[in-house]
């Protein structure tokens, strides 16, 4: 059965970092490009972050440049996302995703249709 684990998530006061895990069972993982997204109270699910099957390329929502890192460990299965000065707009779910197809790094909600449960993520100021 195909599953997506995160893991990480908690309250943190701003300024501070956390590091979220997600980790991958069931499908050929280093051949799909993998996408973190966070879904802030009350508002859409948004992109935060992407990165490519073999690692090479990455991507990053404006809001998050320079503040969050994404990696993956394709010997473990997992993808990371490192989160440093985290503000209290930071505040959210955070999901891990797969998109529906392998050798592909979408940036879009709509591309992606495996989906872990979740992680919160709290930043009180």
């Known amino acids: 059965q195909v599953q997506l684990v995160e893991s990480g998530g908690g309250l943190v006061q701003a300024g501070g970092s956390l590091r979220l895990s997600c980790a991958a069972s069931?499908?050929?993982?280093?051949?799909?490009?993998m996408g973190w997204f966070r879904q802030p109270p009350g508002k859409e699910r948004e992109f935060v972050s992407a990165?490519?099957?073999?690692?090479?390329?990455?991507y990053y929502a404006d809001s998050v440049k320079g503040r969050f890192t994404i990696s993956r460990d394709n010997d473990k299965n997992t993808v990371y996302l490192e989160m440093n000065s985290l503000k209290p707009e930071d505040t959210a779910v955070y999901y891990c995703?797969?998109?529906?197809?392998?050798?592909?790094?979408?940036?879009?909600?709509?591309?992606?249709?495996?989906w872990g449960l979740g992680t919160q993520v709290t930043v009180s100021s």
């Open positions: 990165i490519s099957w073999g690692g090479s390329k990455t």
């Open positions: 995703a797969a998109p529906h197809r392998p050798y592909y790094t979408p940036i879009v909600v709509t591309e992606y249709d495996l």
């Open positions: 069931g499908r050929t993982f280093s051949s799909y490009g």
